[in-house]
């Protein structure tokens, strides 16, 4: 008889490459083991809570019993004191409930205890996998459970969950022998009289492994998926529900890519509490619109919801984009503003601008204007906008040729009314709009050229909301800057928002027509393929896992921003390797329109480069799309932790510069700073 302790643990190997290997590794033992035999909770089973108790605390919320959860504790620990047995039964801890809540309630709450388990249970679906390998092996198969739950419930579970072939159940609570003891081992041995070699698949160190090795029991240690994860701090009870499920379909699903993880583990949750609370915002309402491309994984989503919830409004995808709504929209400016809009860029982005550019935008004839070039102290076209200066000369060359730019304007503000004809907005004595936000400029944009009332559902709005605009907005995470905490958070990372909310298609630059139609005009600006898959993968796992939340959407009500939010902040605070390797190949649009200006997430420089040009380097990742995402090659373990301290102290040091920076302005205007002040804190 075989003797030995085996591990699933490999850190050395990528989540998906562990899952393939493990499974080949347990397929290769069942071929040459006569009986299998399985843990049941933590191994074949899982719940969709990520701790036991919490079913607990679902069964006094659903019987409005207070503190039913610490009494529920309470009174199976006090059963297990009681008993004389290895293990106990869940009527024994319910004669002991009983005295603390009285019996007729004790009776209910045993009652919705059960159905609360089978509810939030699902099988494993790597263990499944093995299982059904060894079903078709015609291997002799057992589950071995110590656990309080009757023999009964514990049988249905199984089968409900698709092991519906198997020898016997032996649970601890009916047989008073157990696992973590081991005398359950030789007992089972003697009554299903095994005389062949048998494997033993378990969770618990101790119970499963160490104590079946002891009885000859080849005993495989399958690491429970709780482990894999990084469950630290706490979690309200509809973290737990929602983290759970993230878990139990990532580490137990073959053939993830990394960004399908990233969609389930790290962004759905974000999305979730978005939808729901874009659903309750629209409710009675005729039609929504989901402004393109931020809009087009909302779209799918909420099409999702619309499955399950009744008289939802009618959703449809509008191409939009800044360029296409906002420059024809110049028309409603006064000259100084339309000129303002024309010249404007990003250079805390890294994002760069020639007069070349902005014509090439506004689809109009380099050639035509060279001639202009000298007198408004150009060379050439190609020369860079780099500060106010500079763009105060191309706004004096654009005021000399507006009549051009104005006939352009026209024309395209012709196409996009007809375009939004074809898309219903004549039907609509309303429209409401839903894009990820910030200023609500698209939204102004379409009241502007429209004339009619436009509404706006947002993932966040800024203070900097237009006016005009500012009472028919509306945003999740923050609304006109408050709470301040995530405006600040989310807006220091805004490009991580706008990534995760991108669409897998060319941005709008604008509209042509064919056969009377109005065709929308897409370009990729990022010109990178690994982007484009990225946010396809991305899509795939948030599609995955969205129907799992729906089905728990009773238990997920009342969600709050901050318990949503909490893992895309936790991800882009901790900045790990394995993630800024992944962002490192992607790169991201930082200008409107057609530009080609993009820049990156992480930057990559070897060992030797960041020591020689470490002032160069830290100056370059505070543009990063990521800020400060940095990987310096060659560094070792100890190096990294090193330099993210480094980092950390540089990041420190700059924050301070600008705290320091704004209190001499305080000195210098008590008045600005007393109001800054007063809108920070809320008021």
Known sequence: MERSVLSSQDPGLDRDQAIRNEYDRLCELIERHDWISFDIYDTALLRNVLF?????????????????????????????????????????????????????????ARQVELETEEEFTTANRFIKRVYDYAVSQNKRILFISDMYLPEDFLTRLLIQNGYERFEKLWVSNRIGLSKGTGSIYPHIKQISEINGRWLHIGDNRVADVDNAAKHQITAYHYESVRKHADLAGRFTLRQSIMKAIQINIAETTEGLSYWERFGIETVSSLFYGFMTWLVGQLKGKKRIYFLSRDGYLPYRLYRLLAEHLDGLPEPVYLYASRRAYQVPNALNMDLQAALELLTAYNPALGQKLTLGEILDNLRLERQKYAHLLAEYGFSDYKDEIRNEHDRRRAQRFLKAIFPDIAAQLKTETEMLLQYLREKGFEEQDEIHVMDVGWGGSTQKALKDITGKRVFGYYFGTTENVYPEIATDTKGYAFHLGKPYKFRKKIMRNVMMYEFIFSAPHGSLIGFSKKNGKIIPILKDTEQNERVVQAIQEIQTGVLKIFPQYIAYQEYLKGLKPEECLKDYFDFIDHKRHEDLLAFSQLTGSVAIGGSLCTQKYVTVVSKEEYHRNKKEVLKQISRNLWPNALIVEGMRYWEKKSLQLILNKWLFAWQSFGFLSKLKKAVRHPGKAFRYIWIRLGK
């Open 52 to 108: 036991p108790s919490d079913i607990f605390e679902l069964v006094g919320l659903k019987l409005q019993i207070p503190h039913f959860k610490k009494k529920r504790i309470k009174a199976e620990a006090e059963a297990r004191r009681r008993s004389r047995r290895e293990d106990i039964h869940l009527d024994e801890i319910y004669d002991v409930l009983g005295g603390i809540i009285g019996r007729e309630e004790s009776l209910r």
